[in-house]
């Protein structure tokens, strides 16, 4: 079966850094992506993981551990804009992307 | 490069009516296209994916009669919504895809579209 997990709700506020973990239990595994969305618009593609370790794109960076079935993507210097709901997602063999519920970040100031 | 549209961006209908949904890879020839559903606060579900030329494969739960699926070239696919009730009412959205197999080839997703069924 396809199994995804990721917090529901987080809040931080600007400036900081938070943490959103990911776990997942799927049939077949070709790499992990995290995906932004804004309410009532398409997912923005923020970053792909398919070997274990860290990606860094400023600052957003985003981290696999396949023998764990876990990754986090890190948000760095939180700004307003970033509230918005996270989708962790996996492309298992088959190409067809599975995602999370997402998790829902809300920024203050 | 990589823009995917879709048309309409809004469609409100009556009960019992048919919707299509056009999904477009702009710049690109995309031999994949996925549909995705969602409901209000819950992520993106897949529904079917469609191979260019050949039939959508839907996933459990998803009735192939009631959502039409038309993959007829590499630049366009089509969600038909038969007979329309209240509860189809959600996010449409779709997303394309360059490669076949299993390497990895990044998704485009369409803008999605708002179905609303009165």
């Known amino acids: 079966g396809q199994n995804i997990d990721q917090p529901t709700e987080m809040t931080a506020t600007e400036g900081a850094i938070v943490q959103i973990n990911c776990t997942y239990q799927?049939?077949?595994?070709?790499?992990l992506f995290w995906y932004q969305q804004h309410a009532g618009e398409a997912p923005t593609f923020l970053s792909y993981?398919?070997?274990?370790g860290l990606e860094e794109k400023g600052r957003f960076s985003s981290f696999l551990s396949r023998s764990k079935g876990y990754s986090y993507l890190l948000l760095k210097e939180l700004q307003m804009k970033d509230s918005a709901s996270y989708l962790c997602?996996?492309?298992?063999?088959?190409?067809?992307?599975?995602f999370g519920k997402g998790t829902t970040l809300s920024v203050s100031s | 490069g990589a823009v995917v549209s879709q048309h309409p961006s809004r469609v409100i209908c009556k009960s019992g009516t048919s919707v299509k949904i056009e999904c477009r890879s702009l710049?690109?020839?995309?031999?994949?296209m996925f549909w995705y559903r969602q409901f209000p606060k819950q992520s993106l579900m897949l529904m079917a994916t469609?191979?260019?030329?050949?039939?959508?494969?839907?996933e459990q739960g998803v009735e192939k009669d009631k959502f039409l699926i038309n993959h007829a070239s590499l630049t366009l696919s089509t969600l038909t919504v038969t007979s329309a009730h209240p509860e189809d009412s959600s996010f449409y959205i779709c997303?394309?895809?360059?490669?076949?197999?299993?390497?990895?080839?990044?998704?485009?997703f369409g803008p999605g579209t708002r179905l609303t069924v009165l």
């Open positions: 469609s191979n260019e030329g050949s039939k959508a494969t839907y």
């Open positions: 997602a996996v492309i298992r063999a088959g190409t067809a992307l599975i």
């Open positions: 993981n398919v070997l274990d």
């Open positions: 997303s394309a895809r360059e490669g076949r197999g299993f390497s990895y080839n990044e998704q485009f």
């Open positions: 799927t049939s077949g595994f070709n790499g």
């Open positions: 710049d690109f020839q995309a031999t994949t």
